[in-house]
């Protein structure tokens, strides 16, 4: 297996309790779209994976969704998960964007850890 193969099997099992296709998630800590970029800056031994979250994992849910969902997890264990708006304005949408997504997510995660 190789090193990004083994990677995203560690995050496998939490992705996919989530339902998250594959094709969804990359190994990145950076998103951007029209014209706005959103970095993390991980050290060396964190791992942070994107989930493209609207046009990909959550296509079919009708209604409002972020752009992007980070999974993170430091050298330590302890994990994160951040979820992404880009928007150049109209901050207020963005957070009925964030809230709606975080809805989904508590609603397919079923009890779930995350």
């Given amino acids: 297996m ?11 099992k939490w992705l996919a309790a989530l339902r998250i296709p594959r094709e ?19 050290d060396n031994k964190d791992e942070i994976w994107r989930v493209k979250v ?6 079919s849910v009708d209604g409002k969704k972020v ?7 430091s050298a330590s264990g302890k ?8 928007k150049g304005k109209d901050y207020g949408e963005a957070l009925k964007q964030i809230d709606a997504t975080l809805q989904q997510l508590c609603k397919t995660a079923d009890g779930k850890e995350f």
């Fill in 54 to 59: 609207d046009a990909c994992w959550l296509s």
């Fill in 79 to 86: 994990r994160l998960v951040l979820l992404v708006e880009l």
């Fill in 2 to 12: 190789s090193k990004r193969g083994s990677k995203l099997a560690s995050v496998s």
């Fill in 24 to 42: 969804c998630i990359e190994e990145k800590s950076s998103a951007e779209e029209q014209g706005r970029r959103f970095v993390i800056r991980p």
């Fill in 67 to 73: 752009d992007f969902m980070f999974w993170g997890q």
